[in-house]
Every structure is written in structure tokens, then in C-alpha cells.
């Protein structure tokens, strides 16, 4: 089983930025697929962005301010998060899929991010 460790959460203003990180213990080059999704209070989890056979695909709340991406190096997904809003706020979520027919599934605790107004 991978496992995957989010970090950079915190509490911004809106307008503010922040970069998520979610290192994994595995090489990332391998997965299928690599996403961030995040959970508000009372609500269900959402996709934000998913990178899949090199195409990252986003919500469409955050198209144009959050950007994925990937440094295989350091075996590390990232999500650049701008001109944050208060609706922004959740857990983030770092999930992986790899194998055939996608038979490893991992998620990491996730991170908090707070945006307030």
C-alpha cells in the first residue's frame, strides 16, 4: 500500500495563496492516476484536480486559480492554490490509483485549509 502525506495547510485571507504538498512513498511516475480532493464541513468529498496519462482536468471552482502538479524526483504532488475564497475552505485530500485496473486505491489524512473573509 502507498502511503501519502499532505502538508501545507493553514489559515489565509481571501485573496491569499497556498501550496499544498502530498508526498508518497512509492515512486509517483507508476500511478495511474493523482488527485486532490477536498471535503467542506457537512458536505461530500469533491474532486478538485486530477492528473491522468499526462492531463490534469479541474473542478470548475477552481479552473484558472489552483494548478496540480509534479516533481518525480521527490516522488511529490503539488497544488498551487491562488486568489483563495472563503469557499476554498475544507480537508484536503491527497489520492492515488495505480495497478492494474487501478487495484491500489490510497488516500492520505489530509490537510486543513481555512480561508477566511
Known amino acids: 500500500q502507498v502511503q501519502l502525506v499532505e502538508s501545507g495547510g493553514g489559515l489565509v485571507q481571501t485573496g491569499g495563496s497556498l501550496r499544498l504538498s502530498c508526498a508518497a512513498s512509492?515512486?509517483?511516475?507508476?500511478?495511474?492516476?493523482m488527485a486532490w480532493y477536498r471535503q467542506a464541513p457537512g458536505k461530500q468529498r469533491e474532486l478538485v484536480a486530477e492528473?491522468?496519462?499526462?492531463?490534469?482536468t479541474y473542478a470548475d471552482s477552481v479552473k484558472g486559480r489552483f494548478t496540480f502538479s509534479t516533481d518525480n524526483s521527490k516522488n511529490t504532488a503539488y497544488l498551487q492554490m491562488n486568489n483563495l475564497k472563503p469557499e476554498d475552505t475544507g480537508v484536503y485530500f491527497c489520492?492515488?490509483?495505480?495497478?492494474?485496473?487501478?487495484?491500489?486505491?490510497?488516500w492520505g489524512p489530509g490537510t486543513q485549509v481555512t480561508v477566511s473573509s
Open positions: 492528473f491522468s496519462r499526462l492531463i490534469v
Open positions: 489520492h492515488v490509483r495505480a495497478g492494474y485496473k487501478n487495484i491500489l486505491n490510497s
Open positions: 512509492a515512486s509517483i511516475a507508476g500511478f495511474n492516476v
